[in-house]
């Protein structure tokens, strides 16, 4: 496979679930917004500044305190072009990256990318908080959803797939550690818990699992450590490092490059560390070190798949 096609996926997928997520979290936090601004205790902002976190905005804007905080922050995590963590921004690149390996992609996945990417250009901020923004983020939600069973049912499971996994499940892992980054379990510990288990759509299979009265600690454990569920943070290191895997063809306990030494470590600390040992130095801490190390197995994959080579004259 070409390098550029190899970086063409992982970057398709890593914006389909950046789309996805923001999508989620803005959706998430707009109705607990409007319903805390009612108490004017400045919760309101407070709130969606740690949306600005929870997205991994470098650049926070100035959020008002003039009551227009939530369509200050929508506005900038939804429509900034300018953004290019936004949604806007992640959907038209999702989509050039997917145009330009247009041959890779069944017919299928490449239509559900497109046809969002058109309904996308054809919003703006006015129509859609007219209609309510629930509307707008539950079909881009659904979309990049879509997209991803799509894939999953019609492509051949080979390397192309693989580097689409890896970039999604990478992306997923990213997100969730800047949503555990974000928010304040140690202040507010049940409400903050919920909030965290509504983003990370965990609410029901948090729920099911729980065989006795849940503390909001229980939430932290599940979203780090759950087995069997697709967005905690173990679940995203075993599905990269088996992609990888997959792509090199090296066998399962060894490793051919950098990023599957660092999934495999990473693997046995998720593994075999409990909970508490886990958050020994406090959730934030510990979700700030996955942020790192997220970034940095990014870079180990870029350099050992599609690495950015000077150019000579």
């Known amino acids: 496979m070409l390098s550029r096609v190899a970086d063409s996926l992982f970057w398709l997928g890593r914006n389909v679930e950046r789309a996805e997520s923001i999508a989620r979290i803005l959706d998430v936090n707009y109705t607990r917004a409007m319903d805390l601004y009612s108490q004017r205790d400045g919760r309101s902002e407070t709130l969606w500044r740690s949306v600005m976190q929870c997205a991994g905005f470098v650049l926070e804007p100035r959020i008002s305190l003039n009551g227009k905080a939530a369509g200050d922050c929508f506005g900038f995590c939804a429509f900034d072009s300018e953004n290019p963590t936004s949604i806007v921004s992640s959907v038209r690149i999702a989509r050039t990256n997917a145009l330009s390996i247009r041959s890779e992609l069944t017919t299928e996945v490449w239509e559900v990318i497109n046809v969002l990417y058109l309904y996308v250009d054809s919003q703006n901020m006015r129509s859609v908080l007219r209609e309510g923004p629930s509307k707008f983020l539950r079909r881009i939600r659904d979309g990049m959803q879509g997209f991803a069973g799509m894939s999953d049912a019609t492509m051949n499971h080979g390397d192309s797939w693989s580097f689409l996994q890896v970039g999604r499940f990478l992306e997923r892992a990213y997100m969730t550690a800047r949503i555990l980054e974000a928010i304040d379990v140690e202040n507010e510990p049940w409400h903050e818990s919920q909030r965290l288990l509504e983003m990370c759509c965990a609410s029901v299979p948090f ?107």
């Open 207 to 313: 729920a099911q699992q729980s065989h006795h009265a849940p503390e909001a600690r229980d939430a932290l454990a599940f979203i780090v450590l759950a087995r069997d569920f697709p967005r905690s943070l173990r679940y995203c290191a075993r599905e990269i490092d088996v992609c990888m895997h997959r792509i090199s063809r090296s066998p399962e306990g060894t490793f051919a490059t950098a990023a599957e030494q660092r999934l495999g470590r990473l693997r046995a600390m998720l593994d075999y560390t409990p909970i508490d040992d886990v958050l020994s130095d406090g959730p934030r801490i510990f979700a700030r070190n996955m942020v790192r190390e997220c970034e940095e197995l990014s870079r180990d994959i870029e350099a050992a798949y599609f690495p950015r080579l000077p150019m000579t004259a």
